[in-house]
Structures are given as structure tokens and as C-alpha cells.
């Protein structure tokens, strides 16, 4: 099973600053099948990154997502108000199979 | 536009069973496979079973293997599962949730709202 642990747990920010997430895998994912989702209180997970680094539809390029084989990151550019949640990685690398991360709290400072 | 809505969870009884159901719509259904993703507090966010477009191949995670059970019909373009010997670990909420693979990148989509699982005596 590849996990996935993410880092930090919690990220303090002000409105306007820039968010960087990371997710580190225990085992290369090939083809970059990784995704990014956001979570807010009683709302389901919406993607916002598949294949590593594409934005899915309707998603504000404020958030970019790069990196490759274990190492992966998801940066939030001039946060706004509304993207203070939680966010999490997950590889379908082992479709149908998934593994997610931990999850990164995004909070205001 | 996509809904996913999610019904049938409830409280249960140690070692008792329920049938959890996903409707979809605003999308075509049938050509779509299918994961059921659950999320505790605790554990986070685990996969549970995944089902292919035309119900031919069946996977579970091995926490579910035996006891819990995908389907789907695609004439009332709903997606199933059949839980039985449930135990508290099960307790959690339970997302349906789609999985789109334009060129053989096979990511999971458009998930539902959930439904809770309480297993308690």
C-alpha cells in the first residue's frame, strides 16, 4: 500500500498570503497519478488537481499543483477567504485501489 | 450539473447489516465506474470498493473483503452497497463518488454529500 503523509498539519496564513502543501509518498507514483482535494466543514472532498499538476474544470489557477515520483506539492496563491479548509492528496496510481493523506488544515492567522 | 445523493445509512447494531444507495445524475451514468470512500475523525478518509462501468469487475479494500458488497443499476442509474457483519469500525460517513479516465488517467471526480454509519449496541 503506498502511503501518504502530509505536511504541515496545520498551516497558519493571512488572506492574501501563499499556501504550500506538501505530500510525500513511500513509493514512487508513476505517471503522476496524484490528486488534490479541498474539504470544508460538512461538504464533500472537490477536486481541485489530477494528474500531479492539472487543474480540474472551474478551479481558479491561484492553486497550481507540481512534483513527481514521491514528492508532490499543492501551492495556493493570494489565499482568499474561502480557501481556508482542508486538503488532502491522494494516489490512484493503485486504481481502483486509492490511499489518501492525512489532510492539511488550512486556518486563519 | 453532477449530483451525487448518497441515502440509507443509519444506526445498527453490532453484527447487523444495511444497503447504502448512491443516485446519480446529470451525467451518464453507465459509463462511469464507481468507488464508495469512507471518513472517520479518526482514520481520515479510507477507500472501501470500487465497482466498473458495466458492473463487470468488483475490488474491496481488505477491511471490507466478505462482508461488504458493490453493485450498481444502471437502468435507475444507482450505485450500491450491501454491508453486513457490521462492526464499530465501520462506523463512519460513507461518500459515492465517480471516476472520470480520459486517456487512462483514471481520477475520482464528483463525490456526494454522504451518508452517516453509526454502529453502536
Known amino acids: 500500500e503506498i502511503v501518504l503523509t502530509q505536511s504541515p498539519g496545520t498551516l497558519s496564513l493571512s488572506p492574501g498570503e501563499r499556501a504550500t502543501l506538501s505530500c510525500r509518498a513511500s513509493?514512487?507514483?508513476?505517471?503522476?497519478?496524484l490528486a488534490w482535494f479541498q474539504q470544508k466543514p460538512g461538504q464533500a472532498p472537490r477536486l481541485l488537481i489530477y494528474g500531479a499538476s492539472t487543474r480540474a474544470p472551474g478551479i481558479p489557477d491561484r492553486f497550481s499543483g507540481s512534483g513527481s515520483g514521491t514528492d508532490f506539492t499543492l501551492t495556493i496563491n493570494r489565499l482568499e477567504p474561502e480557501d481556508f479548509a482542508v486538503y488532502y492528496c491522494?494516489?490512484?496510481?493503485?486504481?481502483?485501489?486509492?490511499?489518501f493523506g492525512g489532510g492539511t488544515k488550512v486556518e486563519i492567522k | 450539473q453532477v449530483q451525487l445523493v448518497e441515502s440509507g445509512g443509519g444506526v445498527v447494531q453490532p453484527g447487523g447489516s444495511l444497503r447504502l444507495s448512491c443516485a446519480g445524475s446529470g451525467f451518464i451514468f453507465r459509463t462511469y465506474g464507481m468507488h464508495w470512500v469512507r471518513q472517520t475523525p479518526g482514520k481520515g478518509l479510507e477507500w472501501v470498493a470500487f465497482v466498473r462501468n458495466d458492473g463487470s469487475d468488483k475490488y474491496y479494500s481488505d477491511s471490507v473483503k466478505g462482508r461488504f458488497t458493490i453493485s450498481r443499476d444502471n437502468s435507475k442509474n444507482t450505485l450500491y452497497l450491501q454491508m453486513n457483519s457490521l462492526t464499530v469500525e465501520d462506523t463512519a460517513l460513507y461518500y459515492c463518488?465517480?471516476?472520470?479516465?480520459?486517456?487512462?488517467?483514471?481520477?475520482?471526480?464528483?463525490w456526494g454529500q454522504g451518508t452517516l454509519v453509526t454502529v453502536s449496541s
Open positions: 463518488a465517480s471516476r472520470s479516465c480520459p486517456g487512462g488517467d483514471c481520477y475520482t471526480n464528483f
Open positions: 513509493q514512487i507514483i508513476s505517471s503522476n497519478y
Open positions: 491522494q494516489q490512484y496510481n493503485t486504481s481502483p485501489a486509492l490511499t
